[in-house]
């Protein structure tokens, strides 16, 4: 006989969740995961102009600002049939990559490695250490990544205005234009933030950890030095196990993202068991068996989903929409973007044991070293006095689909324009795809399968095992549901 | 000064916003000004069980709460229940809990845009009944009702914005932290005048362009966005062009409109929110304290006394002529 235990509110996760556990003999046997907020933006986006979409979705998520931004300019361009000029190309990817590098930060070092401070750990021979060096607000980390990130946000302030929450991102284009001056500015900047990450995070050379091919030479560099905060979580997941905790679904889907002359810088895709196969976005089917909307019949594709809230409806334990890829459970995020895009490291991680924890705040860390020298590379392609937005108009009767990789993952909009407004527009959020509900099927959500299993007391404190799963996911709850 | 920060009806963007505050470490700051946080859901490592119980504590006053901030609308759906926010772990929803600690702390503050007026989570056909601490919109009312004052006499103090400048909200919660901020620090809508006594235009890069109503016809353009792309810095109320945002930005200086977000309504504008809305070829929403036919006069005078050097450089997304050098006659 199984306990049932509703745990929340589990914080440091950019929005509210709620877990509820079945746990027997000490182990979770069952866990449903839930999103305790609703506001409707799919609801308040229809008959909107399309253009006003870009002022609206941004704020659907704070931390995802410029991401839900690129993704509407990108389902807008579609709906238009129009292509930024390369300038606008280099802006936006270099804006969304300045998010997705910030969040990459923010997750490690706010959100992420405070866990370690717990009292849980006193008895480890790194507790002090980690204690001292990433409580939560008080300590050493913390306060000197605050300052750091302050300042790589200031591209934000040239390239896009303000963060969060820009209009630079548009469909044609950025409306931002850069001058010579402004480009060597960006360029102290990035040069700064690469010093940090040397210094602080890495303790080495950007180009030295993304050369790393598999978790062998992993652990040959992590005993070569003893700087960086990266390696001091390398020996806490040793001790801890951390790479055999929050084994998912083992089927990881991309939509690839930052746009190149030719195809994306990281390319789209799916990744299960070994082999790289081919991304069928029309096999993708939003289910709504438990969640909080009125029921569909089968499961629907974006382009034809709706979103009709129902507080009190039977089975129904989420606000969040259960999205399927061809009826199978995909995780996203870092590791499945890398693991498509085929790093041989984390391909490596991938084939010794699996996805993990470990696996996935490490190869978080790497596309940090893998991103900031290709941000580098398009500041240097940027030509001030070539143009940087061109306008156009979406025809009165028309659609579009925005493809995109926020940092935690694929963000999906899918836009449908009648007599010139906005008729239907629905989200597919990373964590939406990360912390869905069970399905029509019973299938359950990727965390609700990661956090299966795991030791569990059917009343005194949970152990800092669930949170490290919960977080490692890097999850926003405010964009799952939106 | 014990501050608890609660999230609702919100994207969690004015916390990042206050991330990216560029006085040092955020965290040292607030110390070295006595703010002491209670709890934050981004930033506190107190969760589940831990953060539940202390959340009740400060709602039955064992717990005394010097400043309670909240973000995020307050969402009343469906149909009065509050049911669209529970806060994680029970089942009261989020308006029960904040109606509670509102009622106890010593001040309450609003931060964005969201908790002063409802905001975006309004906007449409608020789908979730969303409002503000004390407003909904323009009205007074909102969750905490008209009359809502403080144990000091304050009513919520509405640190508008979406988001908020981090200084904004830092400067806000430092005057309480020194007991200095008093009623008639705060404007007609409870927003700190600090900030609110200014209006965007002021300081803004593009004054040339405006001066000569040199207009940009399309984004990327450098003239001025007020009369073809709904700009509103003329009639907003915040000092974004004299404080600027991470590092020498505002949304003006990005090259898109200022869209009013520090006002209620803000959301619904009526028109698209990047064009402007004009009547016979005049822009309806005229700068602050301008007499129309003043306006208009000035307009048509200053467009025919526009130097060529700003005509062509207004549409052009580069410097197409640069100001003329000229030597003194000596």
Redesign the interface.
């Known amino acids: 006989m199984s306990t049932r235990r509703?745990?929340?509110?589990?914080?440091?996760v950019?929005?509210?969740?709620?877990v509820t556990l079945d746990i027997d003999a000490g182990r979770v046997v069952a866990a449903y995961v839930?999103s305790?907020?609703?506001?409707?933006f799919e609801?308040?986006?229809?008959?909107?102009?399309p253009?006003?979409a870009?002022?609206?979705v941004p704020?659907?998520?704070?931390?995802c600002?410029v991401a839900q931004s690129a993704a509407a300019a990108l389902a807008l361009a579609d709906a238009a049939g129009i292509v930024p000029p390369p300038n606008g190309r280099h802006a936006a990817n270099l804006t969304l990559a300045a998010e997705n590098l910030a969040d990459h930060l923010?997750h490690f070092y706010?959100?992420f490695m405070?866990?370690f401070?717990?009292e849980e750990y006193k008895s480890r021979r790194w507790y002090h250490g980690a204690a001292e060096r990433f409580?939560?607000?008080?300590g050493s980390a913390?306060?000197?990544v605050?300052?750091a990130?302050?300042?790589f946000?200031?591209?934000?302030?040239?390239?896009?205005?303000?963060?969060?929450?820009?209009?630079?991102v548009?469909a044609?284009?950025?409306?931002?234009?850069l001058?010579s001056s402004e480009v060597f500015r960006l360029h102290r900047i990035l040069r700064e933030f690469r010093g940090f990450l040397e210094r602080t995070t890495f303790g080495a050379p950007l180009e030295e950890f993304a050369a790393l091919t598999g978790r062998a030479q992993l652990d040959a560099w992590r005993d070569q030095a003893q700087e960086g905060d990266l390696r001091r979580f390398l020996a806490i997941a040793d001790d801890l196990g951390l790479w055999g905790l929050g084994r998912g679904t083992e089927r990881y889907m991309s939509y690839g993202c930052y746009a190149l002359d030719e195809g994306r810088l990281f390319a789209p895709g799916v990744w299960h068991e070994g082999r790289r196969l081919a991304l069928d976005v029309g096999a993708i089917a939003e289910d709504t068996a438990h969640s909080w909307y009125a029921a569909t019949g089968r499961p629907q594709h974006p382009a034809e989903g709706g979103t009709l809230?129902v507080?009190d409806k039977e089975g129904a334990y989420s606000w969040c929409k259960s999205p399927r890829l061809g009826g199978q459970v995909v995780e996203t995020g870092a590791l499945a973007r890398q693991a498509v895009a085929g790093h041989p490291l984390v391909r490596d991680i991938l084939a010794d044991g699996g996805g993990s924890v470990a696996a996935r705040v490490v190869a978080r860390l790497l596309e940090i070293t893998l991103v900031l020298p290709q941000m580098e590379a398009w500041l240097d392609r940027i030509v001030?006095?070539e143009?940087?937005?061109i306008?156009a108009q979406p025809a009165d009767e028309t659609a579009g689909v925005g493809l995109i990789e926020a940092a935690r993952g694929s963000l999906g909009h899918w836009l449908t324009v009648r007599r010139g407004r906005i008729h239907n527009y629905q989200i597919i959020a990373p964590t939406t795809w990360n912390f869905s509900p069970r399905d029509a099927a019973g299938q359950p959500g990727a965390l609700e399968q990661a956090l299966a299993g795991l030791a569990a007391s059917a009343d005194g404190?949970?152990p800092a095992a669930i949170?490290h799963v919960v977080r490692s996911f890097d999850p926003c709850m405010?964009c799952t549901v939106h | 000064m014990k501050l608890l920060w609660l999230q609702s009806g919100g994207c969690g963007g004015c916390t990042l916003s206050w991330l990216g505050s560029e006085q040092g470490s955020l965290f040292r700051l607030l110390a070295d000004e006595g703010i002491d946080i209670l709890w934050h859901p981004s930033l506190s490592e107190a969760c589940l069980d831990d953060a539940r119980e202390l959340i009740a504590r400060c709602a039955d006053g064992r717990e005394p709460v010097d400043v309670l901030c909240i973000e995020g609308s307050l969402l009343r759906g469906p149909r009065g229940s509050g049911g669209f926010h529970r806060f994680g772990g029970g089942a009261k929803p989020m308006i029960d809990w904040v109606k509670q600690i509102a009622g106890r702390a010593k001040h309450v503050v609003a931060i964005g845009s969201c908790s002063a007026w409802g905001g975006i989570t309004a906007a449409g056909i608020n789908p979730t009944d969303a409002c503000g601490l004390q407003y909904d919109g323009e009205a007074a009312g909102g969750l905490l009702g008209p009359e809502f004052r403080d144990s000091a006499g304050l009513p919520v103090i509405n640190v508008a914005g979406c988001p908020p400048h981090p200084d904004w909200i830092t400067e806000t919660l430092a005057m309480l932290a020194h007991g200095s901020l008093r009623a008639e620090h705060l404007d007609d809508f409870g927003r700190p005048r600090f900030y609110a006594d200014q209006l965007v235009h002021h300081g803004c890069p593009r004054n040339e362009y405006y001066e000569f109503k040199a207009s940009a016809e399309k984004h990327s353009d450098q003239g001025c966005l007020m009369e073809q792309l709904g700009c509103k810095g003329t009639q907003a109320h915040a000092d974004c062009n004299q404080r600027l945002w991470n590092g020498e930005g505002s949304c003006l200086r990005g090259g898109y409109a200022c869209i009013r977000c520090t006002e209620p309504g803000f959301e619904e504008p009526g028109h698209a929110f990047e064009s402007t809305p004009k009547v016979a070829g005049i822009p309806i929403g005229l700068p602050a304290d301008m007499p129309k036919a003043w306006f208009i006069a000035l307009a048509a005078l200053s467009k025919s006394a526009t130097p060529a050097r700003v005509r062509e450089n207004a549409t052009a997304d580069h410097q197409l002529r640069a100001p003329s050098v000229k030597r003194s006659k000596k």
Request: hydrophobic share 35%.
């Open positions: 509703i745990v929340g509110p589990f914080n440091r950019e929005g509210d969740l709620e839930n305790p907020l609703y506001r409707g609801q308040i986006l229809q008959g909107k102009l253009a006003d870009l002022v609206l704020r659907i998520c704070g931390i600002s923010t706010l959100f405070p866990d401070a717990r409580r939560a607000t008080v913390p306060n000197e605050l300052p990130r302050a300042r946000m200031q591209s934000m302030g040239l390239l896009a205005g303000k963060w969060p929450h820009t209009l630079a548009q044609g284009g950025s409306t931002r234009p001058q809230p507080a001030p006095g143009p940087w937005c306008t404190q949970l949170h405010v």
